[in-house]
C-alpha cells in the first residue's frame, strides 16, 4: 500500500522525499555543531518537548522511569538536583499534584536546585544552591518542611572529551548526590541519577544496594542509542548503611 501526504500525492517507490532536516555546515561552524543541530532538528523527542512545553527532551527519560517504578507519586516531596533547565521539575510537579489541580489527591511538593538561576516553574520552588556546601542538606529539609521521599538528578559534569576521564567524573557527581541523598531522604524514599556506563559505577551500586531494598541500572528509551548513559533507581532506603560492612 502507498503512503500519501496530507496533500494526497504518494510519497512510496521513486521520487519518494527524504523528510529529514539536513543542516548545511555554515561558515564559522564546526562540522560537529552542524551534526548536533541536525540530530536536535530530527530528534523526535525534541519535538514533542516543543509541543508539549516540556524545557527539554530529558523530561520524557524521567517521565519513562516513573511510568516504570512509580515514585513520582500524588502528595511526595521531590528535591531535584541540578534542576536546569527545569524539565524534570515541569513533570514532578504534575505527577505529585503539587499544584493541587487533582482534587481529592495530596499534594506534594518539588523542591528544585541548581548552580545558575533557573526561569520559574509554576508548582515548584527553585533555589541557587551548591548541594555539596556545608549545610546544604538542612537547608533543603527547612524549605520542604521536613524530609524527601525523592532526590533525583540529571547532572552530569562538564566533558573533558576524554571517555574514562568523564566517566569517573560523572560518577563522582552521582555519589555525591547519593550522600546528599542519605541525608535528606525519608526512609523507604526513592534516588533517581544518571550515570554513565563504563565500570567504575560498580562500587555506586554496591553503596546503593546497602542502602535501598531495590536497586535498577536502567536505560529509557529517551535515552539516545549511541549514548553511553544509564539511570539507577534505587528504592526503598533503609537509612544511611554505606558506612557498615
Not at 504518494?10 to 552542524?34: E, F, I, M, P, Y
Not at 536546569?84 to 506534594?108: F, I, M, Y
Not at 562538564?158 to 547519593?178: F, K, M, P, V, W
Amino acid at each position: 500500500m502507498m503512503a500519501k501526504t496530507p496533500s494526497g500525492k504518494n510519497t512510496s517507490g521513486r521520487g519518494q522525499r527524504d523528510l529529514r532536516v539536513r543542516v548545511k555546515t555554515a561558515k564559522g561552524r564546526r562540522l560537529s555543531s552542524t551534526l548536533w543541530l541536525e540530530r536536535q532538528l530530527n530528534d523526535p523527542y525534541v519535538q514533542r518537548a516543543k509541543k508539549e512545553g516540556y524545557r527539554g527532551r530529558a523530561a520524557y527519560k524521567i517521565l519513562e522511569l516513573d511510568d516504570k517504578y512509580r515514585f513520582l507519586v500524588p502528595g511526595a516531596r521531590v528535591v531535584d538536583l541540578g534542576c536546569a533547565p527545569g524539565g524534570w521539575c515541569q513533570v514532578a510537579v504534575k505527577r505529585v499534584n503539587a499544584l493541587g489541580e487533582k482534587s481529592g489527591k495530596k499534594v506534594g511538593t518539588v523542591l528544585g536546585v541548581d548552580l545558575q538561576e533557573v526561569d520559574p516553574i509554576p508548582g515548584a520552588e527553585i533555589h541557587v544552591l551548591d548541594f555539596l556546601e556545608e549545610g546544604a542538606d538542612d537547608k533543603v529539609k527547612e524549605w520542604l518542611g521536613g524530609s524527601a521521599d525523592v532526590v533525583m538528578s540529571d547532572m552530569a559534569a562538564s566533558s573533558s572529551g576524554h571517555q574514562n576521564t568523564d566517566h569517573l567524573r560523572i560518577i563522582t557527581l552521582c555519589e555525591a548526590a547519593a550522600e546528599f541523598a542519605f541525608d535528606v531522604l525519608e526512609e523507604g524514599g526513592t534516588f533517581v541519577a544518571k550515570v554513565l556506563a563504563g565500570g567504575a559505577e560498580q562500587g555506586l551500586m554496591t553503596i546503593l544496594k546497602k542502602n535501598f531494598t531495590k536497586v535498577a541500572n536502567v536505560k529509557p528509551p529517551a535515552s539516545r542509542s549511541d549514548s553511553s548513559e544509564k539511570f539507577v533507581v534505587a528504592q526503598g532506603f533503609r537509612g544511611r548503611r554505606h558506612e557498615e560492612d
